[in-house]
């Protein structure tokens, strides 16, 4: 049974940093699309970041240049790591993984459509204080 945990999550102040980990067990984050998802209250969720089993990398723009995702195969764990954070930052921030290589998305700008991907954490806290 697959497993995600995720942690590093906690309260930062604006420009601050935080890296997020997704600790995974039975399952091989090399094989498959993986990524972090985040949700505010009120608003739709949203995939950050994404990984495919390429190494080709998709961001959303509001996290372009200050959003790192990257993987330690021996580790078999995602991180996240998150510079320069803003108040709008702050949501629930959770790792996903699938079975797919790669995810899809509707249509060529939208994001990776969260029904990509099978798997998910619990979820972690950010919080950015201005």
């Known amino acids: 049974q697959v497993q995600l945990v995720e942690s590093g999550g906690g309260s930062v102040q604006s420009g601050g940093s935080l890296r997020l980990s997704c600790a995974a067990s039975?399952?091989?984050?090399?094989?498959?699309?993986v990524g972090w998802f985040r949700q505010a209250p009120g608003k739709e969720r949203e995939c950050v970041a994404a990984i495919d089993s390429d190494g080709s990398t998709r961001y959303a723009d509001s996290v372009k240049g200050r959003f790192t995702i990257s993987q330690d195969h021996a580790k078999n764990t995602l991180y996240l790591q998150m510079n320069s954070l803003k108040p709008e930052d702050t949501a629930m921030y959770s790792c996903?993984?699938?079975?797919?290589?790669?995810?899809?998305?509707?249509?060529?700008?939208?994001?990776?459509?969260?029904?990509?991907?099978?798997?998910w954490g619990q979820g972690t806290q950010v919080t950015v204080s201005s």
């Open positions: 996903a993984a699938s079975d797919r290589r790669r995810w899809y998305a509707l249509g060529s700008r939208a994001g990776p459509h969260p029904a990509s991907f099978s798997y």
């Open positions: 039975a399952y091989t984050y090399s094989s498959y699309c």
